[in-house]
Structure formats: C-alpha cells, structure tokens
C-alpha cells in the first residue's frame, strides 16, 4: 500500500474516533481513576482505542500496537522492526472529563522503530493534522510549517506532567525561566495538541517533563516535518522508544534560546 493509502485510511479512522468523542454522553459517570496523581480513564479512552485496533489492523495487518489503554503499553524490541501503531486514544483525558477543550486522538505509525506517519485530530474544531516522514506535515490537507519568529516575540506551552507530583517543582522552575524571555505562556491539557500548535506556527516552543511515547511520537513528526526542532529537555535527539522529557521549537527559535538555563 502507498503512503498515500495509508495516511488516508488512518485519518479515517480518526475522523470515526472524533465521532465517538463528539457523541460521548454522561462521561463522568463512565470515568475511572488509574495509578497516579488524577490520572483518569474514561469508557470512551477504550471504546476509541478499541475502533482504532480493529479498524487499523485490518488497514495494515503486519503492523504491531503500542496504546495508551488495554493494549501493550510499552515500546518492546519487536517494535524497532517493521510497523507498529502509537496510539493515544483521547490525548486530553482531563479536559475530555470536565468539558474543557480540546481533546484529540494521536495516531503514529513507525517504521523500524522511527515515525514514519502521523494523524493527530482534533473533533471539536474538526482540525486533522498529518505528517509523512521526508514528505511534509498539513493542517486539512494544506502545507504548514512552523513560525520563524524569534523566542521573545513568541508564546510558550508547557505541560505539567501531572501524574508526576514529584516534577512539578522542575516544571515550574522552567515556567520562570522562559516567562521573561518569551510572550507569555499557554497549558492546554493535550500534549499532542501542544506539539502541533508548535509545527503549525501559533507557539514558538513547547516544553514536558515527561510524556509517554504515545503523546509525542505522531504531534512530533508533524513537528519535525513542518520544520521544527524536537529533542529532550537536555537537548538529546529523542529516541522514539518509551517515555522521555520533550523541548521542542518552532523554526525561528534561536539554538542561544532553545535550551532551558535553570
Ligand atoms: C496527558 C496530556 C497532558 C500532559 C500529560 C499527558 P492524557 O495525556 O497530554 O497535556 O500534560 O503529561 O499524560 O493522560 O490526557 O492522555
Ligand atoms: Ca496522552
Ligand atoms: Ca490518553
């Protein structure tokens, strides 16, 4: 199957999901409480992951899963080779929760452990983000490319890493040190939705403590591909095979700006 094909089957799948998370009803009846500082799930995190198994297996059968809820959820060696769906059912969890928006549904396809095709969408305003490695990153199927505005005439998002209590002094540490050098800053509850307002050029910079593969690994291609730059907070190439802090910035962020200095 072209690359075409495929990205056109995966965004149809997303397209179903969002429809799922539209027609949600009574959603804190069906939510429940996982590991973690306020770390929830919800009938419809699996109902979507669910659909998204299903349907995206029989898109690419060879493929292997990696997702948030009731599937393998960590990255194995069998993963570095051939195909593997990262999926992220509701990116935004919280939001989704308690009515604040968005949420979005984040499909990655790796090949041989690196991404390869990404769909992140976002139901609420019908925003469908896509990337093919080396090809390009689109917002409803126009080209994007990240900001070339510098830091200080830029906003900066951050996530707060919530089920981690123990980073929160780190992050906030963080928040001080890019406040005075940027416009201001943003938290929007999606990771994934935080990475692609970076690639489609509404924010210079996006920083996390930690995300688990699935909240980055399809926002980050789209990053990459619309010209950004992705690493750890330490300024390491990500390795796209488990949990890691991430900083990522538009193209007009200098090298002098990017990295932390706290
Ligand atoms: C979370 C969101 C949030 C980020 C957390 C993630 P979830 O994902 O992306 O913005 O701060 O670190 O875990 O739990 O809503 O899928
Ligand atoms: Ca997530
Ligand atoms: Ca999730």
């Not at 094909?5 to 799948?13: C, H, M, N, Q, Y």
């Not at 009731?70 to 992220?88: K, L, N, Q, S, V």
């Not at 126009?142 to 951050?158: T, W």
């Not at 909240?215 to 990459?224: K, N, Q, S, V």
Request: charge should be negative; glycine fraction near 8%.
């Amino acid at each position: 199957m072209n690359t075409a094909t495929l990205l056109a089957g995966i965004e149809d799948a997303a397209r179903q999901a969002g429809r799922i998370m539209l027609e949600a009803a009574d959603i804190r009846a069906n939510t429940m409480e996982k590991e973690g500082h306020a770390n929830f799930v919800t009938v419809y995190d699996k109902r979507v992951q669910a659909y998204l198994f299903e349907t995206l297996g029989a898109l690419l059968p060879e493929a292997r899963f990696i997702g948030e809820e009731d599937g393998a959820d960590a990255f194995t060696e069998a993963d570095r080779h051939g195909y593997a769906f990262c999926i992220d059912p509701i990116d935004g969890t919280t939001n989704f929760v308690t009515g604040f928006r968005p949420s979005v549904t984040s499909v990655a396809l790796l090949c041989r452990g690196k991404p390869y095709l990404a769909v992140v969408y976002n139901p609420y305003s019908d925003t469908m983000l896509t990337a093919a490695q080396g090809e390009g990153a689109w917002c409803n199927g126009k080209p994007i490319r990240s900001s070339d505005e510098p830091l200080r005439r830029s906003l900066v998002m951050f996530g707060t890493a919530p089920y981690l209590p123990e980073l929160s002094a780190r992050t906030f540490a963080l928040c001080a040190d890019y406040l005075p050098r940027c416009i201001d800053l943003r938290r929007t509850g999606t990771a994934a939705w935080d990475l692609c307002n970076v690639a489609m050029g509404t924010v210079g910079l996006f920083f996390e403590m930690q995300l688990q593969l699935w909240d980055y690994a399809a926002a980050g291609l789209i990053a990459m591909e619309a010209g950004c730059r992705i690493t750890d907070l330490a300024g390491n190439a990500l390795t796209w095979d488990g949990p890691s802090s991430v900083l990522c910035a538009s193209q007009g962020v200098s090298k002098e700006d990017y990295l932390p200095r706290v």
